[in-house]
């Protein structure tokens, strides 16, 4: 069963950039088989995709976020990583890492909430 | 960029009955769409891909159906553990997807 475990740190000041973990197991994050995606869900809000990594490397943002996102992948360690520059408080939300295969996320993180506060 | 819409954006409703939550798409998308159930403080599940397919362990009372603009949860009859919000999410638009603004469905 694969499982994935978000893990960062939960609070992250105004203009800072916001940098989290998802540890894959149960299965290879190098399986040509599936995209590794973030995505994010302010209090009390909607389902909002970031963006997501193959394990070569090659990745797609939302346009909305592109210009302060980074998402990395360590095939080694079966990880990959979300970076958030010059957050605010509208970047406060509970954050997921997703499996995606074939377009439909299949297993997801628990979530972290990160709050962005001086 | 393809929007998605749900209707209605809540409802109550009681154990038993039957609810009925529609998607619709901004422009076809074919059959690519999943929908999703997230329950308060925890990840959204997987319920249908494929706007019709249900995935394995989901009880049988969850249909998906619509191709195209238009789409359709249903639950048959409503248990007290599907109170919840659902969201659809469409992957015709690849690489980029999209999710609905969700349906909160509570208690009557």
């Known amino acids: 069963q694969v499982q994935l475990q978000e893990s960062g740190p939960g609070l992250v000041k105004p203009s800072q950039t916001l940098s989290l973990t998802c540890t894959v197991s149960g299965g290879s994050i190098s399986s040509g088989d599936y995209y590794w995606s973030w995505i994010r869900q302010p209090p009390g809000k909607g389902l909002e995709w970031i963006g997501y990594?193959?394990?070569?490397?090659?990745?797609y943002y939302n346009p909305s976020l592109k210009s302060r996102v980074t998402i990395s992948v360590d095939t080694s360690k079966n990880q990959f990583s979300l970076k958030l520059s010059s957050v605010t408080a509208a970047d406060t939300a509970v954050y997921y890492c997703?499996?995606?295969?074939?377009?439909?996320?299949?297993?997801w993180g628990q979530g972290t909430l990160v709050t962005v506060s001086s | 960029a393809i929007q998605l819409t749900q209707s209605p954006s809540s409802l109550s409703a009681s154990v038993g009955d039957r609810v009925t939550i529609t998607c619709r798409a901004s422009q076809g998308i074919s059959s690519a769409l999943a929908w999703y159930q997230q329950k308060p403080g925890k990840a959204p599940k997987l319920l249908i891909y494929?706007?019709?397919s249900l995935e394995s362990g989901v009880p049988s009372r969850f249909s998906g159906s619509g191709s195209g603009t238009d789409f359709t949860l249903t639950i048959s009859s409503l248990q007290p553990e599907d109170f919840a919000t659902y969201y659809c999410?469409?992957?015709?638009?690849?690489?980029?997807?999209?999710f609905g603004p969700g349906t909160k469905v509570d208690i009557k």
């Open positions: 997703a499996r995606i295969q074939l377009g439909i996320l299949d297993y």
């Open positions: 494929d706007a019709s």
């Open positions: 990594i193959y394990y070569s490397g090659s990745t």
């Open positions: 999410q469409q992957f015709n638009s690849y690489p980029l997807f999209t």
